[in-house]
């Protein structure tokens, strides 16, 4: 049996994957869930303690966006089978101008409360069909809105310094990935048209491809 853990993006819960089909008899999923960080612990300290729930050895690690950088980071503690990173960067040269601009400048330290409650006057505001759809699925599949998690997991984030990668990490990425622009990113399996969500999304792409990815 090959073990599969699964790390969500930045806020999400692990039911972004509930689409997600590998074959029962080869594969076990894995979902973990974000925990709320220490005060000033570092990104290596929380991959360490998020290495806790991997029970098993030499474990499949798939990581979306802001979860793709922490799967990196866990990678260099443990053996693994494979490391896998969707919607997401390899190093600090993969994110995007206005990420680095809000480095520069220290947005990260007022933007996330900000969102959160964009969020929900999305949610009660909402008049339209479609925004009152994409208000829900905020809802449903980004839950995690504390404060102190969310100024953390964004200054991880734009504050992430690595400039080289294991040289056997598989990155897969959509074309039309508005958070982290297909032209910043290098050496990638590309999911043409495919957006920042979708391991929602394409879901179906995910499940077909995976095993093959993963191997034996």
């Known amino acids: 049996m090959i073990h599969v853990y699964l790390m969500p993006g930045m806020a999400a819960n692990p039911s972004i994957f509930d689409h997600l089909k ?6 076990t999923l894995h979902p973990l869930t974000w925990k ?4 000033g612990e570092s990104l290596a300290s929380y991959a360490k303690k998020m290495l806790l729930e991997v029970k098993h050895e030499n474990p499949v690690l798939i990581g979306v966006s802001f979860g793709g950088v922490l799967v990196q980071e866990m990678a260099k503690y443990v053996r693994y089978k494979k490391l896998i990173i969707i919607s997401s960067v390899k190093t600090k040269a993969e994110l995007p101008r206005r990420m680095r601009f809000s480095k520069a400048l220290g947005l990260y330290r007022i933007a996330p409360v900000g969102l959160v409650r964009h969020v929900n006057l999305l949610s009660e505001y909402a008049v339209t069909d479609t925004l009152k759809h994409k208000a829900e699925l905020y809802q449903k599949y980004l839950s995690i809105t504390d404060p102190v998690y969310l100024h953390w997991a964004l200054e991880q984030m734009l504050c992430w310094e690595q400039s080289t990668y294991a040289e056997d990490l598989i990155h897969i990425h959509g074309t039309a990935d508005p958070v982290f622009p297909f032209k910043y990113i290098k050496n990638c399996i590309p999911v043409k048209g495919g957006t920042h969500a979708m391991i929602i999304s394409r879901c179906k792409w995910f499940s077909k491809h995976l095993p093959k990815l993963i191997g034996d």
């Open 22 to 27: 590998l074959p029962a008899e080869l594969y």
């Open 36 to 39: 709320i960080p220490d005060p």
